[in-house]
């Protein structure tokens, strides 16, 4: 499974908008890029995912470059309620068997 | 979305008693669920992975005697700590993938909410 590399931590302020950047050089051919969130003491919760190019939904923006070695969770105008750790995680999402696994992920803190 | 939910959401326990942690899929049929732990500041950790009707992969360094999985529906998988000591107090994540009840396939992997296991 690819590994990923994020920024421990990043601060920002309300109404800005937040990129935050992964690096997945060994990413395979069949792998989807998935982003999730989790604040303190619950489960992760699904954001985005991708496979190239740009995704965006009611929430967030994925930017995938061509070569797929690195993508960008884009937040725009964050508030104080997007304090929390995002996880990026590579994988197979066909594949049943095949578990996320989760890397150190990035600690936004958003201020006031 | 589909929904995961987990049973208890916080549990208190004396040394040497077991604990058991459920987690259904609430809206889908989960063919593969899986087990994270989560201690204070850290990341999740891959405990296991199990397929409905058969046995758990287990993660290199996870007892598979201590922690017991059990996935016989499609819907439930259940999590037993045997023995917990106070090592074993954490926070256990499960998640699951699988197929809609309508239909169709689901890309990503659900999480349900974690359990707070406190062992005294």
């Known amino acids: 499974l690819a590994k990923t590399t994020q920024p421990i931590s990043m601060d920002s302020y309300e109404g800005q908008e937040v990129n935050i950047t992964c690096s997945h050089n060994n990413i395979a051919t069949n792998d989807y890029i998935t982003w999730y969130q989790q604040f303190p003491s619950q489960g992760p919760r699904f954001i985005i995912q991708?496979?190239?190019t740009k995704v965006t939904n009611e929430v967030a923006s994925l930017f995938i470059p061509a070569d797929r070695k690195s993508s960008t969770l884009s937040l725009p105008r964050v508030s104080l309620s997007d304090t929390a750790v995002y996880y990026c995680l590579v994988g197979f999402s066909n594949q049943a068997g095949t578990a996320l696994i989760f890397g150190k992920g990035t600690t936004l803190s958003v201020s006031s | 979305g589909a929904v995961v939910s987990q049973h208890p959401s916080r549990v208190i326990c004396k040394s040497g008693t077991s604990v058991k942690i459920e987690c259904r899929s609430l809206?889908?049929?989960?063919?593969?669920m899986f087990w994270y732990r989560q201690f204070p500041k850290q990341s999740l950790m891959l405990m296991a992975t199990s397929n409905e009707g058969s046995k758990a992969t287990y993660e290199q360094g996870v007892e598979k005697d201590k922690f017991l999985i059990n996935h016989a529906s499609l819907t439930l998988s259940t999590l037993t700590v045997t023995s917990a000591h106070p090592e074993d107090s954490s926070f256990y994540i499960c998640?699951?993938?699988?197929?809609?009840?309508?239909?169709?396939?689901?890309?990503?992997?659900?999480f349900g909410p974690g359990t707070r296991l406190t062992v005294l």
């Open positions: 809206d889908f049929q989960a063919t593969t």
């Open positions: 991708g496979y190239k």
């Open positions: 998640s699951a993938r699988g197929i809609p009840l309508a239909g169709g396939s689901y890309n990503e992997q659900f």
